[in-house]
């Protein structure tokens, strides 16, 4: 089975605006909320999180050394509510392991 590929661009601008994690961008909202549908409808459960996690290591690993640097001054905006605060549209079951079928019991 072949699986459509998406770039990391697109990954995490469906993930993180498609999906409202970070903030709602009403001009591109559509678009990136169209994305996150296709990729989740599209990959399957293992892989979508494999490509998403990859591509969270791959941003990591460029922005982790001014990490502290940006805390301090997201830090003061959110505390000070500069920051508009996300407005969530997270699929439920997107990071929950499948439960086992539950064993069958005598007289059922």
Not at 66 to 84: H, I, K, R, T
């Given at each position: ?34 994305l ?51 407005d ?6 997107i990071f ?13």
């Amino acid at each position: 089975m072949r699986f459509k590929q998406y770039t990391v661009a697109e990954l995490l601008n469906a993930f993180l605006y498609g999906s409202y994690l970070l903030h709602n961008l009403t001009a591109v909202w559509p678009k990136y909320k169209k994305l996150f549908r296709d990729i989740y409808d599209t990959l399957l459960r293992e892989q979508l999180l494999f490509e998403l996690h990859m591509s969270l290591k791959l941003v990591h690993n460029h922005v982790s050394s001014v990490a502290a640097v940006l805390y301090q001054d997201f830090a003061a905006w959110s505390n000070g509510e500069l920051v508009p605060r996300p407005d969530l549209m997270w699929h439920k079951d997107i990071f929950i392991a499948p439960s086992a079928p539950k064993p069958a019991t005598e007289g059922t």
